[in-house]
């Protein structure tokens, strides 16, 4: 064993007795301890994973990130897994490929390339870089009301708000709830619409048994603290029509034409042999650029901690099932004071929190008020409506209806932590401060 392979050994070896030093959880202490709503769940593999991929020094892309790509495409059982540095990337790469002239090559999965002024079906109820990409890339959002109880686009709404130039249809599975994947697949198959998921909050979530992020062209992920695993800062694009796959790895590298992977060239044979646009013949192929595109790649550290975070995938969605049902069935007895969620019998969840609407007579805030006070995290559904949002009010768009249940959601939900962090402890004593809100004599 050489000097440097021994060095190794021994940071590694101190790396793991830091973890256990460092890195162990705290005993929970009711009103004390913080319930997050969510948090980072993680031990000795992340961290062996980071400082081993620090001490080959890949700044950027390189086998880690390689090795996760084809972890997560064989995980979807897709055509490609690209990835990015955030769930918020993943978004305007999938709008952005729909706009270049690829898209044309994949008419068998939607109506081709979208040009400016096409329309693109998406909820009222949204996080702002669902929406932003299709508004960067002068394309016209058409919003539909959403469902109180399952937060997510009212499928009994989306056929009648398509019009002459609606192209696509950008869902989000909000809170890891599933939307109505039947009913939305048939649509977007019936209407020749693209269909595009924003899987962010619904990582390993089914609908009919098939993972959600495999039904529409593309699906988008975050690997942000908050969501199902983390690498700090992170996302993909899950790639299921494959003449997308080139475009949208050109977008995410800068625009350019080459696909050779970091440290390679050459890949395709022909290097110095291509002649596109109005460059001069044999033009370096990795200096032509065929698409307007970002350098929205994560780096090598970061897909380190993703590999050691994906074994780890089915134990913390049951996990979060677990904690979603105990608070299902503990606040079952409140359903006359709180809507519960509402899920698809076809669909199994899984969980980015547990949303919850007050009926009328209850105060959402005053019930935020006492969770806070009780060191519990509270979120709201995200953006609300997101029309009401300051950074909105002005953006060109489309209305089908009426939004007064996104208008609901806005004014009286919101949603409590089941990430794998909580234990029964934790969800014991959310479920007591709820009731205790709503005992005799209190002001709920």
Not at 7 to 36: C, D, W
Not at 112 to 124: F, K, N
Not at 182 to 208: K, P, V
Request: net charge negative; with cysteine.
């Amino acid at each position: 064993m050489s000097t440097a392979e021994e060095l190794r050994n021994q940071i590694l070896e101190l790396t793991r007795a830091y973890v256990q030093e460092a890195h162990q959880p705290k005993p929970f202490v009711p009103g004390e301890s913080r319930v997050n709503y969510a948090g980072r769940v993680y031990g000795e593999a992340e961290l062996l994973n980071l400082v081993g991929a620090s001490l080959d020094f890949w700044l950027t892309a390189g086998p880690y990130a390689a090795r996760f790509e084809e972890a997560m495409r064989g995980f979807f059982g897709s055509r490609a897994f690209v990835l990015v540095n955030s769930g918020s990337s993943a978004n305007l790469l999938m709008v952005a490929a729909l706009c270049a002239e690829a898209a044309d090559k994949a008419r068998d999965s939607g109506p081709g390339r979208l040009l400016p002024g096409d329309e693109v079906i998406t909820p009222a109820v949204t996080f702002p870089t669902t929406l932003t990409p299709i508004v960067q890339n002068r394309l016209v959002p058409v919003f539909v009301d959403c469902e109180v109880g399952t937060y997510n686009i009212d499928p009994g709404l989306v056929e009648a708000a398509i019009g002459p130039r609606t192209k696509a249809m950008l869902v989000p599975h909000t809170v890891g709830n599933p939307c109505d994947l039947a009913a939305l697949t048939e649509i977007a198959r019936r209407r020749n619409l693209w269909l595009l998921e924003d899987g962010c909050d619904a990582l390993g979530a089914t609908f009919d048994g098939k993972l959600v992020g495999t039904f529409g062209a593309m699906s988008s992920l975050s690997f942000y603290p908050a969501h199902h695993i983390t690498m700090g800062e992170g996302g993909g694009v899950n790639v299921n029509a494959p003449e997308l796959k080139r475009t949208v790895l050109s977008l995410r590298d800068w625009g350019r034409d080459c696909w050779c992977d970091p440290g390679c060239n050459n890949t395709c044979g022909r290097r110095f042999d291509w002649h596109l646009g109005e460059l001069p013949y044999g033009y370096d192929h990795k200096y032509i650029y065929s698409n307007l595109g970002y350098n929205l790649k994560a780096t090598d550290l970061q897909a380190a901690i993703g590999m050691a975070q994906f074994d780890r995938i089915p134990a913390f969605v049951e996990a979060r099932r677990r904690n979603f049902r105990r608070l299902q069935e503990g606040l079952a007895s409140l359903e006359d004071r709180l809507i519960l969620p509402r899920i698809d019998p076809r669909a199994n969840p899984s969980p980015f929190g547990f949303p919850l609407t007050v009926r009328e007579g209850v105060d959402r805030r005053a019930l935020v008020n006492h969770l806070e006070a009780a060191r519990i995290e509270t979120r709201l559904v995200f953006g609300g409506n997101i029309l009401r949002q300051p950074g909105f009010l002005d953006i060109e768009r489309r209305v089908h209806g009426s939004l007064a249940a996104s208008d609901r959601i806005m004014r009286d939900t919101l949603f409590l932590g089941v990430y794998p962090g909580l234990g029964d402890a934790q969800i014991d004593y959310m479920l007591e401060c709820i009731h205790g809100f709503f005992a005799p004599g209190n002001r709920a």
